[in-house]
C-alpha cells in the first residue's frame, strides 16, 4: 500500500493539473462576465486604432514614428501615474497639468535665469510637488474640503505662478546640447541593454508563479499547471522581443520611456506587495471599514496626494526635456484630459478601489496613438479634442457598466 502511495499521489496532482488548466478558460469567461475586464479594452482598443490608422496612413506603425510616440507618453504617462493613485481612493486631481507646466517653468527659471545645476533644479521642481501634495492632503483631511474644489483651486494658483515666475517673455528655452535635452529628445538604450529589459518580465513571471505554484502544492492546493505558466511567460517574452526589435529597425527604446516603465514597475510592486498598497485598495473600497480595521486613513490620503503631484511635477520636468523649453504652453490644453482619460481607459475606476499601475502605461499608449494617428492625418484639434473625449466617455461607461455587473453577480 505504501509503495503504491506516491504514484497515487502523482496521479492525484496530474489530475488536479488537468482540472486546473481546464478551468483557467472557464474562469477567464467568468470573470469577463462578471464585470472583470482586465485589460481587455485596451487590447482590442490597442488593435483596432492599429489597424485604423495604418491603413490611413502607414507611417502610423513606421518605427521611428512609434519611437517618437514612446518619447511623448512618458512624459503625460508619468502625469497619469500619480492619477492613479488618487483614483483609488475615489478622489481626484484637477491640476495635474498646472502642476506640470509650474514644475516645467521652475526648471527653467532655475537653471538657464538664475544658473542653478540642473539637479538642483529639478530637485526643487519635485520639492514642489511634494509641497502642493501636503497642501491638498491637509485640506482634505483637516477642513474636509473636497479633492475636486481644492485641486481647481491648485489648478489656477499654480497656473498664476507659472505664468508670474516665466515674466513678461513666457518662455525660456533650454540647452539644446545639454545632458538634460538630450535625455529627452535623442538618448536611445543600447540594443542589448534593450533586448535584456525585454527578458526581464517574462522571467519575473515565471519565477514568481514556479514559487506560487510551490507554495500552493504544499499546502495541498490546486496550482496553476506549468503548461499555463509557461505559455503565458513565453508570449510576454516574445512579444516584447519583437517589439524591441521592431524598435530597433528605427532609432530604438528611449531611455524616458524606460524610466517610466521602471516606475510603473515599482508602483505596481507597492500596490500589490506591500501593506501600503493593500490600505489604498482597503480605503479605496470602503474607507469607514478600513479605519475600523486599524488603517491610518489619513495617512493614506496624504501619500496618495504626495504620491499624485509628485509624479505630476516629474512629468513636467520630463515634458521640459522632451521640448527643450519651459513656457506659458506647458501643462495646459489637453493635458489634465489625456493624463486622467489614460488611467481611466487602462483600467482604473473612477469609483476607487480598483486600478493598478498598469493603467497609466496602457492607457497612455492608448491616448498617444490615437493622438499621434490624428495628427499625421492633419485633423484639426478641434477634432481631436472631440475624439479624445469620446474614447474617455466610452471608457467611463465601460466600467460603470463593469461594476454594474460586479455588483449584481456578487449579489447573486
Known amino acids: 500500500m505504501s509503495q503504491n502511495q506516491p504514484a497515487l499521489d502523482r496521479s492525484d496532482e496530474r489530475v488536479r493539473h488537468e482540472e486546473t488548466l481546464s478551468d483557467s478558460l472557464r474562469a477567464f469567461f467568468d470573470r469577463i462576465r462578471s464585470g472583470d475586464l482586465g485589460v481587455l479594452p485596451v487590447i482590442v482598443g490597442l488593435i483596432v486604432i492599429s489597424v485604423v490608422f495604418s491603413s490611413l496612413n502607414p507611417v502610423f506603425l513606421a518605427p521611428n514614428n512609434l519611437v517618437n510616440m514612446l518619447f511623448d507618453c512618458a512624459t503625460v504617462g508619468m502625469i497619469s501615474l500619480g492619477i492613479v493613485c488618487v483614483l483609488l481612493l475615489g478622489e481626484i486631481d484637477l491640476s495635474v497639468g498646472s502642476m506640470s507646466g509650474f514644475a516645467s517653468a521652475i526648471v527653467g527659471v532655475l537653471w538657464v535665469n538664475m544658473g542653478w545645476p540642473v539637479p538642483a533644479a529639478i530637485a526643487a521642481a519635485i520639492l514642489a510637488g511634494v509641497v502642493v501634495g501636503a497642501l491638498y492632503a491637509l485640506l482634505y483631511n483637516r477642513l474636509g474640503m473636497p479633492s475636486f474644489i481644492a485641486s481647481l483651486s491648485g489648478l489656477l494658483a499654480m497656473l498664476g505662478m507659472q505664468l508670474y515666475i516665466l515674466g513678461p517673455t513666457g518662455s525660456i528655452n533650454l540647452p539644446y546640447a545639454s545632458p538634460f535635452v538630450k535625455f529627452g529628445q535623442v538618448m536611445i538604450m543600447p540594443d542589448w541593454f534593450a533586448y535584456l529589459a525585454a527578458l526581464l518580465p517574462g522571467a519575473g513571471i515565471l519565477l514568481n508563479g514556479l514559487s506560487a505554484r510551490r507554495r500552493r502544492l504544499a499546502a495541498n492546493l490546486s496550482a496553476q499547471p506549468m503548461t499555463n505558466l509557461v505559455l503565458k511567460a513565453g508570449a510576454l517574452t516574445a512579444g516584447l522581443l519583437f517589439a524591441v526589435w521592431y524598435l530597433n529597425l528605427g532609432r530604438g527604446v528611449p531611455w524616458m520611456f524606460g524610466l517610466f516603465v521602471l516606475l510603473v ?95 497609466a502605461l496602457l492607457g497612455i499608449i492608448v491616448i498617444q496613438a490615437i493622438s499621434n494617428g490624428l495628427t499625421l492625418l492633419n485633423l484639426s484639434s478641434s477634432l481631436r479634442y472631440m475624439i479624445t473625449g469620446g474614447v474617455l466617455a466610452i471608457a467611463v461607461i465601460v466600467d460603470s457598466l463593469a461594476r454594474r455587473s460586479r455588483m449584481s453577480h456578487g449579489r447573486a
Open 265 to 359: 514597475v515599482v508602483m505596481n510592486y507597492a500596490l500589490t506587495r506591500t501593506k501600503w498598497g493593500r490600505s489604498m485598495f482597503a480605503v479605496g473600497g470602503n474607507r469607514e471599514a478600513a479605519r475600523r480595521s486599524g488603517i491610518n486613513v489619513r495617512r493614506i490620503y496624504l501619500s496618495a496626494f504626495v504620491l499624485c503631484s509628485t509624479l505630476a511635477a516629474l512629468g513636467g520636468v520630463l515634458s521640459a526635456s522632451r521640448l527643450a523649453s519651459s513656457s506659458q504652453q506647458a501643462g495646459t490644453g489637453d493635458v489634465n484630459l489625456n493624463a486622467i482619460a489614460a488611467a481611466v481607459i487602462g483600467g482604473t475606476s473612477l469609483f476607487g478601489g480598483r486600478g493598478s499601475a498598469w493603467a
